[in-house]
């Protein structure tokens, strides 16, 4: 939207804040993007080309903005105007567009009334009838955005988000070692007031008062605690790229310098110093001169029952943690070696080319074709989603019964598929059949999931199969039953979802290989889709690591 630049804070090295996301066909670049493509960040009025999904478009550039921090919410390199899509699309007047987000800058106090004022049926009108006639309940409701990357697991969110859990986990772990060694320079310092004694004892005899001595232990203990804090902060700043790498993150120079970061580090620094000296400096000094200097301090502190809890409460804390790392790898490990109802081993998902025109669906067909031709290659299968996708099309979806009067309906996951899917997946028909695979049959056919089935209230698969249903505006008959799968990680229940054909919505292209050779294989696959996709730019990645990436936080957490 054009008012982007006036709600955030996005410094515009070339171009006008108010107007450059005025006019239709514009976009808005990072300095970054404008180096790598223009040599330069003078780059207004040249002109890009976006391929999209289903064209081709020409943008001129009318600003150039400093690059976005790695940890900000809105990460972009570029900002095309939402004029472009008025035009043709209705986007500001159709409530199915589910592509944007919508940010309200609000003053301080207010969120909670302002809540109440955005119910869904008051915005939504006449359709929020008709999609809760098919199942399909709307919410409107407001996210602080420094609470999102923590706290929220919405569909389509901007990125995958953080585990506030985990961090919590984290800073609690922080604490007990902080703990640990705080008690451990504490029964140090404590273990040495034998070697000390005789200090104390003439010190004192020359007229040493107590607090001349607690002021002695304090300053001792602050000596150490800065130096112990100088080295953290070298060490810190010497293993910066290793533990970047450990946590997948990158943490600015400007985020550890927030006043609110500085303030708790100092507060930890003097609380930790006030902590660890304050005990073994209130036992140094209170020894008299003559037991001190008789050497009559050994009995005495053998005896400090406050020195063996704090060893107690040592030992404790390390068992802690090495149960919580155990536990830990053991949840991980568990999560990798559940059955997921699928098997993703071996694939190659391969990006679809764009734009999606009319002879892309042929090119599709030779692509197939061609690597099934070579031994490497076990299956070749189109889809509009593949196990791992953050992204889902959710549609309402409404049993057709006694001329069409909706008896049952559900909201449900849709993919477009096409009937090598289940087969080249290993996922099982429960009930009834798969696809046609002759091409141009089953065209008004559709598969339920066993969580589909069952929400929709049927007693059993096979009281599902011939049942009529609507949806995207069509009316498809149930042919089959399928087995549960996770289309994401075990941390969430398995969906319901809907299978259909639907060629023209194929994004990706996934490859099963034969075992071994896997370089040659990628490289198979390429030649292949370079001489096919002429225009096309070959995108791939494996989909074992593309589903695992779901478990990142928690495989950090775990190294962590």
């Known amino acids: 939207d054009g008012s982007l630049f006036g709600l955030f804070t996005?410094?515009?090295?070339?171009?006008?804040?108010?107007?450059?996301?005025?006019?239709?066909?514009?976009?808005?670049?990072?300095?970054?993007?404008?180096?790598?493509?223009?040599?330069?960040?003078?780059?207004?009025?040249?002109?890009?080309?976006?391929?999209?999904?289903y064209r081709q478009r020409e943008y001129t550039v009318s600003g150039v903005f400093l690059d976005i921090p790695e940890h900000s919410h809105l990460k972009s390199s570029l900002f095309f105007s939402l004029s472009t899509l008025t035009q043709t699309h209705g986007v500001l007047s159709e409530w199915g567009w589910r592509d944007f987000y919508t940010y309200l800058l609000l003053r301080e106090g207010t969120a909670e009334a302002f809540q109440d004022k955005i119910a869904a049926e008051d915005y939504l009108g006449k359709q929020y009838g008709r999609y809760r006639e098919l199942g399909v309940r709307h919410e409107l409701f407001l996210q602080p955005i420094t609470d999102i990357h923590l706290t929220s697991r919405l569909n389509l969110e901007v990125e995958p988000n953080g585990n506030g859990r985990s961090v919590r986990y984290l800073l609690l772990i922080g604490l007990f070692i902080l703990l640990m060694a705080w008690v451990n320079y504490i029964n140090l310092t404590t273990a040495r007031a034998v070697n000390r004694a005789k200090e104390v004892g003439i010190r004192k005899a020359v007229g040493a008062g107590r607090g001349s001595l607690l002021r002695q232990f304090m300053a001792e203990s602050l000596f150490m605690n800065s130096l112990a804090f100088g080295l953290a902060a070298g060490l810190t700043a010497t293993v910066q790229p290793w533990f970047y790498q450990l946590v997948g993150k990158v943490v600015p120079l400007q985020v550890l310098q927030r006043p609110e970061l500085l303030g708790v580090t100092s507060v930890m620094f003097f609380l930790g110093m006030v902590l660890s000296s304050a005990y073994p400096a209130f036992v140094l000094s209170a020894y008299t001169p003559l037991d001190a200097l008789k050497e009559k301090v050994k009995e005495a502190a053998g005896e400090l029952s406050l020195r063996k809890a704090l060893i107690v409460f040592q030992f404790t804390l390390s068992v802690l943690l090495a149960v919580a790392t155990v536990v830990v790898y053991h949840q991980l490990e568990y999560m990798r070696s559940q059955d997921l109802g699928m098997n993703i081993s071996q694939t190659l998902a391969v990006q679809a080319p764009t734009p999606h025109d009319s002879l892309a669906l042929s090119r599709y067909r030779t692509f197939k074709n061609r690597l099934m031709q070579h031994p490497e290659v076990i299956g070749v299968t189109g889809s509009h989603l593949v196990p791992g996708d953050n992204y889902l099309w959710t549609v309402g979806i409404r049993r057709l019964q006694d001329g069409g009067n909706g008896v049952a309906h559900q909201t449900a996951f849709l993919n477009a598929v096409e009937p090598s899917f289940l087969p080249d997946y290993e996922m099982d028909i429960l009930a009834g059949r798969n696809f046609h695979p002759e091409e141009g049959l089953d065209q008004d056919a559709m598969i339920l999931s066993e969580t589909a089935c069952r929400q929709l209230g049927f007693p059993g698969y096979e009281k599902a199969l011939g049942q009529q249903f609507a949806l995207v505006g069509d009316t498809f008959n149930v042919i089959g039953v399928m087995s549960d799968y996770h289309q994401w990680g075990l941390q969430e229940a398995t969906g319901a979802y809907v299978f259909i054909q639907r060629p023209d919505e194929f994004r990706r292209y996934a490859v099963k290989l034969s075992g071994g050779g896997t370089e040659q294989s990628v490289a198979l696959v390429q030649e292949i889709y370079n001489d096919i996709f002429e225009d096309g730019v070959f995108e791939y990645f494996f989909l074992d690591r593309h589903f695992n990436e779901q478990y990142r936080a928690d495989e950090q957490f775990g190294q962590s």
């Open 10 to 53: 996005i410094p515009l090295l070339q171009g006008d804040a108010e107007t450059a996301l005025q006019a239709p066909n514009s976009v808005v670049i990072s300095a970054s993007v404008a180096r790598k493509y223009f040599g330069t960040v003078n780059c207004i009025g040249k002109a890009v080309e976006l391929n999209n999904w």
